[in-house]
């Protein structure tokens, strides 16, 4: 058998010429062939099926399974755009992760409710507190200084100038504004946290299982375990708690349309069913629309009934108490699914209340 050409090799280029057969396999850049390593072994196995020999002796000398890859510039592409379209939360999945940090890492990446940490409240108390007394301590001294000026050199206290020269003054507020600063800095910081949600209780709980089956951290370092000090990053929705009832309903079925459901980390084995926020999303948003046509809807059809029967007193009771009960439906609902305040709530139902008085307004007209 001919040898090889190494400078043909790192093309992508094969030849193999069988003299004795009067075979030849020829691969080359020249008649367009642009494959990868994987693509001529297997092209080449084909055609060597018969020529188990043949076969035989191109394994050994690595011609075929050790071909170096060529990628052609449209292989670079379709690779890279690939590549491109694969999320980080793919790519770090948490049963492909190492033990300990890293996969609890990518257990909390891998959804948004998920990320819980501590907000150290005890700590920031401390900082507070103690640079606040750091502030108290310049203010003091800054105020014995203004003292002993106003009696031993008045002037120095109407001139910021001669201050500057001959009072320490100027090196007291120096240390306040620096103190001042970071007590500010560390104030807008707690303040922030304070407004961090405390996390839901489905979603506390499920990394707290985690924690107790897996052990991903050392006993000093599990700090899912301070629960009063946990905050989420991410702000709660205005009707969280219809997510969590869904996915209750989902956890509670295991038909194969709510397995299409679940994504990223494999209950299996991490022990934490993931869904897709934006599908669980699209469900809650398709129960709250027929929520709000229902309640739109129904009372109007049931007070049309009413209206157009006889107008007796029993009728007009009955109409009352109709109006009655829809209205408080509707106020209990926007109290349900928004973070509308009482006064709105308050004008929402006095608006609703209105529509559906003067609708049966217009049909006792029509009556008449």
Known sequence: MRPYNDSSMERGEIHHDYVDRKMILKVSAEDNYRLSSATVANEAAEDLSGHQGDLEVLRSTGSILQ???????????????????????????????????????????????????RRFGYLQARLLLYKQDELRE??????????????????????????????????????????????????????????????????????????????????????????????????????????TFVEKIFHKLNCRLVRELRAKANPESSGV?????????????????????????????????????????????IIISVLLIFTLLFSGVLSLFTRAKRHEILAAAAAYCAVLVVFIGNVGKLNT
């Open 273 to 317: 069913i993931l869904y897709h926020r934006e599908r669980i999303e699209i469900i809650v948003s398709i129960i709250i629309a027929i929520v709000i046509v229902a309640i739109l809807i129904t009372p109007i059809y049931i007070l049309f009934y009413l209206t157009v029967g006889a107008q007796t007193n029993h009728s007009v009771s």
């Open 138 to 243: 310049a203010e003091r001294d800054l105020n014995e200084s203004d003292i002993i000026d106003a009696r031993g050199e008045p002037s120095w206290l109407k001139s910021r100038e001669k201050d500057d020269k001959k009072s320490r003054r100027k090196e007291i507020l120096k240390t306040i504004e620096t103190k001042f600063l970071e007590y500010t800095q560390l104030l807008t910081s707690a303040r922030d946290i304070a407004n961090f949600n405390s996390p839901r209780a489905r979603d506390y709980w499920t990394i707290r299982k985690y924690f107790d089956e897996h052990a991903p951290l050392v006993e000093q370092e599990s700090y899912i375990y301070h629960k009063e000090d946990i905050v989420a990053l991410k702000p709660g929705r205005e009707h969280s708690w219809l997510d």
């Open 67 to 117: 071909i170096p890859a060529y990628r052609s510039s449209t292989h670079r592409e379709i690779y890279s755009t690939k590549r491109d379209s694969i999320s980080p939360t793919d790519m770090f999945a948490v049963e492909g992760c190492p033990e300990g940090y890293p996969r609890l890492a990518a257990l909390l990446d891998s959804d948004e409710n998920f990320m819980l940490y």
